[in-house]
């Protein structure tokens, strides 16, 4: 690696991140050099992260020289504008109200497939509280779209009142409580279908991500299970609020060393989920641990966008990268935004030709815009 100015912010962004991850002796195992310098997602580490942190980091620690803050002190004045900002957004005291649409569509390989859409959306209580469910496809017993279609159900029903509570306490354990409800809901359906009950692997019954989001006052708090994610798009700049609950993301966690923990299709398979359970002498029972949902905080400031999508979204290579995300978000301020994200990333589906198998997940989001008290 180079020497220069920009070398040196890499080097001050690395140190940064390590302590910020609680490893400040840097990561467990042989280093970045092990897992080719790709970083993980620093909220795997430090999930309260405040916002605008990381995507500085991000751009610092860029396998691009060009791409990084010139010098360390570049990088830490724009840290020291990042933190301001975010003590400003917690401390301002202004009123917002919110602009809420969705929209889904089938992916290109499910439509040639004829299997339905696995998505599925919800906008309630005028907009405070909504959720975006996305059933796990080769499900053996039961199927995605059932999955969604019975998570969806009970959180409708459970997350509206939610908004109403003035506590930020009642409304995490009410969240708590309408993901473990949803869960069980969603493992009662499946144990109700043929074979259900006969089921030896608590993997072969169906599933489903979700993320959730209710609203009171400025306080927007964010629950996800699985994969489904938000992401708070401001000032050009798309960063991903939520973590995934994929088995790569959990070892990590955990203090596995990146270059030990799963790769391939083995990193991306999900351990949190809706309906997972486990195998017991009495039967199938509701795992609560891996149905329990992460929590997150954030306070609303106009002009705040929050994404809330399916995988078949936003992931770089495959459909939108966060940078076209911040994009699309920008250039349209209008009020049709969730139909074009749908579309432009649907637009990015290809069909199986030759070797390859083709591309196209089903794309579901639900756009959250935050504008100035009316």
Not at 14 to 39: K, V
Not at 146 to 157: H, M, N, Q
Not at 182 to 206: E, F, I, W, Y
Not at 354 to 362: P, Y
Request: net charge negative.
């Amino acid at each position: 690696m180079p020497g220069g100015p920009a070398c040196e912010a890499w080097s001050l962004a690395a140190a940064i991140y390590c302590r910020l991850a609680g490893m400040p002796e840097g990561f467990p195992g042989h280093g970045p050099e092990a897992f080719g310098f790709h970083f993980p997602p620093l909220r795997v580490y430090s999930p309260h992260l405040p916002p605008g942190v990381e995507p500085i980091l991000r751009r610092s620690l860029s396998h691009d020289p060009a791409r990084r803050h010139p010098s360390p002190q570049a990088l830490l004045a724009a840290l020291e504008a990042a933190l301001n900002a975010a003590r400003e957004r917690e401390a301002w005291d202004g009123g917002i109200d919110v602009d809420v649409s969705g929209a889904t569509r089938i992916g290109l390989m499910h439509e040639l497939s004829g299997i339905p859409n696995q998505d599925t959306h919800g906008i309630l209580a005028g907009g405070l509280a909504s959720f975006v469910c996305d059933g796990v496809t080769h499900a053996l017993i039961g199927t995605g779209d059932l999955a969604s279609l019975t998570a969806a159900a009970a959180l409708s029903a459970s997350l509206p009142p939610l908004a109403a509570l003035p506590s930020l306490e009642e409304r995490a354990g009410g969240l708590l409580a309408a993901f473990e409800e949803a869960g069980r809901a969603v493992m009662a359906r499946s144990l109700k279908l043929p074979l259900g009950r006969l089921a030896t692997d608590p993997g072969d019954l169906m599933a489903t991500t979700a993320v959730a989001a209710v609203i009171h006052g400025r306080q927007i708090l964010l629950a996800t299970t699985g994969d489904s994610r938000a992401y708070l798009v401001r000032d050009g700049v798309a960063e991903q609020l939520t973590v995934d609950g994929d088995v790569r993301c959990v070892q990590l966690a955990m203090g596995m060393p990146p270059e030990e923990a799963a790769a391939g299709a083995d990193a991306h398979a999900l351990y949190h989920c809706l309906g997972v359970g486990r195998r017991t002498r009495a039967g199938h029972v509701h795992d609560e641990e891996r149905a329990r949902p992460a929590l997150t905080l954030l306070h609303l400031l106009p002009g705040d966008v929050v994404v809330l999508c399916t995988d078949g979204l936003v992931e770089e290579g495959v459909f939108l990268s966060p940078e076209e995300l911040a994009a699309l978000v920008e250039a349209n301020p209008g009020p049709h935004l969730a139909d074009l994200l749908v579309e432009s990333a649907c637009a990015l589906h290809r069909p199986p030709e030759g070797e390859s198998e083709g591309s196209g997940d089903d794309v579901t989001c639900v756009v959250i815009r935050v504008v100035p008290a009316r």
